[in-house]
Structures are given as C-alpha cells and as structure tokens.
C-alpha cells in the first residue's frame, strides 16, 4: 500500500513538475509583452463634425470611442460587473474555482468553455486567438497575472470597456451605447445599460438589433444579478424590465450631411492614408447644423413636390405571394432588402388593395392601412383598368411615408435629382451643402462635379461685362425678336421663352424679366470675346463657354459650386472667394494637426471686378427678386437686401436659382441626371427657387439686412446709376433702338430655343 502511495505521490510530483517545466520553459517564454495594454492605442475611426459639434461622418473598420473610467457611468460598470465578473475587484485575476471548471470542461467538451474574469478576457481579446487548447488557456492565465501585476483594477475595466466586441462593428460600450440606442454612455437608463452588459456573451447573433429577444432574455439575467450583488432594488429591476426600449435603425449622425463626409474623407486620406481610419482624427468643419438640415430637407421636399406634380408611375417590383404564411414572410424580406427604406421614403409589400384602402406590410414587419387622402396620388394605378405596368395589387412594392398628421401616404422614389450648396461670401467657407437626393442611392456629388447648362443664370455675368463698356441699368435696348431685324435669323434665331417681346426696355427690367433676346443683343454690342475674357475673373472655366453668342443664354458648363463662388463676387463687393470646407484637424490626443483660419476682411489682392460693378450689378439682381422672375424669394422670406438670378435651359432641362443676402451665398438646382426636359411648365423659379428658399429662410434667420455703401467713381444720373466715365453721353444710352417693330408674334408660335427664366 506504502509502495501504492510513494508511487502516486511520486507521480504526481513528476507529473506537477513537468507541468511547471512546460510552463516555464515553453509557456512562458513565448508570451507577447505587454505593450498592448500598458500602452493601449485603440483604433477609433475617422470623425467628422459641423462647426457646431454634430456629428456628420464616421469612417472606420470599428466604431469605437475611447472613454476613461472614472468617466463612465456607475450603471453600467455596476450591470456589466453583476453578470461578468462580480468578484472582480476582490480576486487577484483568476477565480481558481471557475478556472478549473472552465479546464475540466474544455478537456471533456473539445475545450469550448470562455474565460471567466473580465481579466482573462482582457488577456484573450488582445494577445490571444480563437483556438481551443490547453496551451492557450495556460498562456491566458499567465497573461492574466501579468495584467493584473502591471495594471490596476480600474485600469483593467477601462481596457475591457473600451475594447470588448459588441455586434455591428461596434467596439466598446460607448460605440454600442450609440450604435443600438443613438445615446451616449451618460444617457442610457438602468433598462438600455443592462441590455449593453448582457452583449458580451453572444455579440454577433444576440444584439439589440439582430435578435430582440434574445437580448431581452440576456437583460433580465442581468437585472436579477444586479439585484443579488444590491446594485439595484426589487422594485428598480421590475420597472426597467418593463421599459419600452426603442433601438435605432442603421448608423446615426447628428444631421445628414453624407456628400460633405465624403469630401472630407478624401482630402484626410490623401494626407494621412490608412492612419486616417485607426488613430481618431476629428474633422471641424465649416458646415452649421441648422443650415445643413434645412438644405437637406429642402431638396428632398422639392424634389419629391416636383415627382408628384408629375403623376405616379407605379410600384417598384412585383412578387408573388404565396399562401403559406412562412414562406410569404421570407418572400416579402427578402424583396424589401432588395428595396432599403430612404429616410422616410419607406418599401412596403401591398398585403390587400382596392380602390378605397390599400394594406402593406413594411421591412419592419409592421402593416400600414392607406385610405383616403393617402391614396390619391396612385388612384389611377388602383383603377381596374389600370395597365399591369403600374397597377397596384397584392405583392406590389410601393413607397408610402407618413405626412404631417402622421398618416400614410402612397409616394414614390423620385427620378429627377438636386443640389443646393451656401457659402460664406466673405471668405467662402462652405455653410451647407447636399449633393443629391440621396447619397447611398447615388454618391455623385453634384454640387462639385455635376457640370450643366447655367441658362439665364449666366446672364448677369453678361451684364457685368456690359457695364465696363458703358452701359448702365437704364440703357434702353429694343427687346424685338432679332429675325425681324436682321439676317442674323438665317443661323440662329432665339426667342424670349414667353413669346412676348415688349420693345425698348431697360437693361434692369430686362435682367428682372430674363429677356433672351435683349441679353444676345447686349452680347453682340459687347463682342463675344470680351465677354469670354470676362467671365474667367468669376472663376468660370473658359473653354467650357462656347465663343458665340448662344454664351448670352447660358449654353456653357458650369458647377452648382462654381455658381456659387461667382455670384459671391457680386455679394462682397468684387472679391473673389475660394470655397473651402476644413476647419481644423485634431488627432486622438487632442492636438491640432491643422487649422484654417479665415482672413479677417477681403484683401485687396484678391479683387476681380470693381467695387463699381459689383455695386450696380448687385442693384440689378435685387430687381429680379422684387419684381421679377424671382419675386417669390422677396415675398416670402420678407427681407429687402436679396438679390438672386434665376435659370431655365432650353427645353427645361435644369432649373436653377442663385442668389444672396446678408453673407450667404447659395445655388439650388434641379435636373436629370441623363438630361430631359423637366416639363413644359417648369422654370428655375418653379424647381430650385423654392429650394433656396426653403433653405435661406434658415440660414438668414436673425441675420439684420444689410445696406451697402455706395463706393466711389459712380453717379445717380439720367435716373439710373453709372460709372462716371460715361457720364454727359459717354456711356451706352440705347441699343438697336432703330430697329423695326416685331412682327405680330405670339406665345403659340413662338419656339423658345434658349432660356428666359
């Protein structure tokens, strides 16, 4: 028996020996240092903000943010601590007890059972792989003691608290806290923060946002075990266990500002590379919140206006629906994936449909009854003898949204898109921009790249040119229709949009009211070259203006940006202004890599065009507002000091508006993006003037009119202000004014081949 016992003694002693030596020798040696943790930089995505602190981008392979213990709040230290590790401040790293049972059961079970110290996790998530082998578990605990000797407890939870994975790419509690519920940490009830603590277990397949439920079952446990470590009462755990808990769809930011991320996006990486999504750079902007979420939902409003104004053209897709229930729910998921909801733009699969009610069930799983009011823009696709193209009918995909009673309405994704983008006009920061519909449905940014035809809204630049030859806002030019007068017919003969041409009329009412043919006849008396020589100090591209006289009614390219940028010229006084977006760049210790700093005042160097012109083409522009193609703008934002131009191309291809007041220059345009007429009805006043409105009425909210100085080297003679060079008849008093009568034209036969409006 003694024999028996020396022998198992000496067994084990053997068998504990070479263990040590295997731990020693082969374990130990081969652990990584510890760097990782001491010296903790975790990846945290590229940020990018508003000048006012809204958060508008985030670009990263992880959402993450890092924040210190002490500032994190005490309900979820206490929820995450009750369900992971309730002994952690008490045990020195490793609970022997749950170790050894983790051993036992990974021996037994093909070692699948996890660590159970938030330590040892720590330890697994930053050194260790997923492999299940009593090596690993024999360097996990190794590293554990080396964590805890090196770090603190506090120090220990912060890295775990920052680090942990917890489902849809979030790292972290603080990234989880915004991507599930759109709160930071410090505003997350008892309810929110147990939710977040029972994550852990299961990140991928047990979030809030993957499986309710299933999280749900996860909160209760962690609520009772709040109430057995007394972090909570009975009573606090009952009413958290019922709080309704809203969980956000998709990624959130504080306003929608995707086209400006991405400008943004592009110039950091140019610079930084990969570190631009790894080491937490922050991103100021010049953008104001306010201005950017009225601008957003400006062109989205308008352009869907202008969608309904031109009829339903019926359901997106069509599926069958089979009977049984299951399979009719696979059917309608997997449909309405291939159909995302857009903002409030939201697919539905037509459940039951008649003429009088339509029932639809959404991605959300929730069903929606239209009647009424609601049905009115798809009546004719309800009609029995509606054609199967648009008819709506069971399995039908439909857009529907909810109006300003909260009741659902039939809609549809527009075709046509838009943009509007606001500048500063003294230094050219941008204040807002949106450059399209919608970013993820098309990321083409129209604001910077989209070149099309300006129309009338060039003609104040032709103006402008003008006034440098003598002409003044009361020369009178014969508006008559030039093939009435001239051979000038036989090659090109443009007509005012309106049929109606009024005889002698001044240059200002002649910009106010648009007339074609008084801008070509303007262009001819100025020569064509100088007016291409011209538009250049404005910062249009020359070559992308034809050298002739179709340049008069905006047959050229521009860019909403570039527009923007010129008509600024007018709004400062004559200085040109370079657009810029960048505030200041931070890195993740907080240190200000870069910082643009606008000038205080316009420098001289950067003068265009006399403060003279400047001043009387502005007089002009304020006309167009108040009592011409842009009366609307005066009307209904009440303000004297706006100034503005609007733009129809030939055939209503784009509609534009740009204009002014206080020191906010903006463009909003409208337009297809394979180009085709808007309609025979639609202006630049009907299609993007309603947009700038919208949006300025935001921007120039306490903003006080402004009155500008009259500059010097001008005079208010002959009724109207001009350089006083040509003062006494030295200037440009008529034009063509010997010109024959127009013959007896009329809006029926006249064919308007160029822009007036």
Known sequence: ??????????????????????????????????????????????????????????????????????????????????????????????????????????????????????????????????????????????????????LSKDQILE??????????????FSSAAKTYFGKSLDQLSLAEAAMLAGVPQNPVRHNPAVNFE??????????????????????????????EIKVVKGQQFDTHGDYIAEMV???????????????????????????????????????????????????????????????????????????????????????????KIIK??????????????????????????????????????????QDNKKNWVISQMPEVEGAFVALNTEDGSFRAMVGGFDYNRKKFNHVTSAWRQPGSSIKPFIFSAALEKGFYPGTLINDVQLSSTSEEALRWDPRNDDGKYDGPVS????????????SVRILKAIGVDHAKTWLPRFGFDKDKHQANLTMALGTGSVTPL??????????????????????????????????????????????????????????????????????????????????????????????????????VVAVAWMGYDDPKSLGGREFGATLALPIWIDSMRVALAGKAEVARAIPEGISNAEGDWMFNEFLNGAGVRTLDMDDAPPAAVTSATATANAVTQ
Request: proline share 3%; net charge positive; glycine share 8%.
């Open 1 to 150: 028996m003694k024999k028996w016992i020396v022998f198992g003694l000496s067994l084990c002693t053997t068998l504990l020996l070479a263990g040590l030596a295997f731990i020693f020798f082969v374990v130990a040696p081969g652990l990584p240092t510890l760097e990782a943790v001491t010296d903790y930089r975790p990846k945290i995505p590229l940020r990018i903000y508003t000048a006012d602190n809204a958060l508008i981008g985030e670009f990263g392979e992880e959402h993450r943010d890092f924040v210190p213990i002490k500032q994190i709040p005490a309900v979820m230290k206490n929820a995450l601590l009750s369900i992971e590790d309730a002994r952690f401040y008490e045990h020195g790293g490793v609970s022997f007890i749950s170790a050894g049972r983790a051993i036992l059961a990974d021996l037994s079970r093909g070692f699948h059972q996890g660590a159970s110290t938030i330590t040892m996790q720590v330890a697994r998530n930053f050194f260790l792989t997923n492999e299940k082998s009593l090596e690993r578990k024999m360097k996990e605990i190794l590293l554990t003691y080396r964590i805890e000797d090196a």
């Open 159 to 172: 890295l775990y608290m920052n680090q942990i994975f917890l489902g849809k790419r979030s790292h972290g």
């Open 214 to 243: 299933k999280t749900k079952q996860r909160q209760l446990l962690v609520l009772k075990s709040m109430v057995r470590n007394g972090y909570i009462t009975q009573a606090q755990m009952e009413a958290a266990a019922k709080e």
């Open 265 to 355: 996006r592009q110039s950091i990486y140019a610079q930084y590379k990969e570190d631009t999504y790894t080491k937490g750079i922050k991103v100021y902007t010049t953008i104001y919140k306010a201005e950017q979420d009225a601008a957003y939902e400006a062109v989205r409003r308008n352009i869907m206006a202008y969608d309904q104004r031109h009829g339903y053209r019926g359901p997106e897709a069509y599926i069958e629906l089979p009977a049984d229930e299951d399979e009719r729910e696979d059917a309608i998921d997997q449909i309405l994936r291939k159909h995302p909801d857009n903002d409030k733009l939201m697919a539905a699969v037509v459940i039951q449909s008649s003429a």
């Open 360 to 401: 639809a069930e959404l991605q959300s799983g929730d069903n929606v009854e239209i009647t009424g009011e609601g049905l009115r823009f798809a009546a004719a696709a309800l009609s029995d003898k509606a054609k199967a193209g648009i008819k709506i009918r069971p399995g039908a995909v439909i857009r529907v949204m």
């Open 507 to 518: 240059m200002r009412t002649a910009l106010a009211q648009s007339k074609n043919v008084v």
């Open 562 to 663: 570039q527009l923007a940028s010129a008509y600024a010229v007018f709004a400062n006084g004559g200085y040109a202004v370079n657009p810029w977006l960048i505030s200041k760049v931070v890195d993740g210790k907080g240190t200000v890599l870069f910082e643009n700093k606008p000038p205080a005042k316009a420098q001289e160097e950067s003068r265009v065009i006399d403060a003279r012109n400047a001043y009387i083409t502005d007089l002009m522009l304020r006309e167009v507002v108040r009592s011409g193609t842009g009366a609307s703008a005066s009307s209904k934002l009440a303000r004297r000091d706006l100034a503005g131009k609007t733009g129809t191309t030939s055939e209503a291809v784009d509609g534009w508006f740009a204009g002014y007041a206080s020191n």
